[in-house]
């Protein structure tokens, strides 16, 4: 059973940052890829960062120069800086056991909220 663990949503004021953890659980078995997604109501969940374990990434080209992903085997990160209210959303992390499709997860997080808000 795979089970991903995440932190650190909340509310902020825009401009502010945040720093997003998901801890994937998986019996000693390090997924090919962790990513992250996040949906805001009314809209599809997309796919925002993605981190496999050689070391490919992706980051939605709308969200370089203010998010940068990381990833340390069974954790990966998500640093946000410069938040703005369309930053809002419900941020969740998904994890791929199966290959190294980015576009592709089989596991989900229970999801982390973050809020920007003056």
């Known amino acids: 059973q795979v089970q991903l663990t995440e932190s650190g949503g909340g509310l902020v004021q825009p401009g502010a940052s945040l720093r997003l953890s998901c801890t994937a659980s998986?019996?000693?078995?390090?997924?090919?890829?962790l990513a992250w997604y996040r949906q805001t109501p009314g809209k599809e969940r997309e796919m925002i960062a993605a981190?496999?374990?050689?070391?490919n990434t992706y980051l939605l080209e709308s969200l370089k120069g203010r998010f940068t992903v990381s990833r340390d085997r069974d954790t990966i990160y998500l640093q946000m800086n410069g938040l703005k209210l369309e930053d809002t959303a419900v941020y969740y992390c998904?994890?791929?056991?199966?290959?190294?499709?980015?576009?592709?997860?089989?596991?989900w997080g229970q999801g982390t909220q973050v809020t920007v808000s003056s």
């Open positions: 998904a994890g791929n056991d199966k290959d190294y499709s980015l576009n592709y997860a089989n596991h």
């Open positions: 998986a019996y000693g078995f390090a997924l090919p890829v």
């Open positions: 981190f496999t374990l050689g070391g």
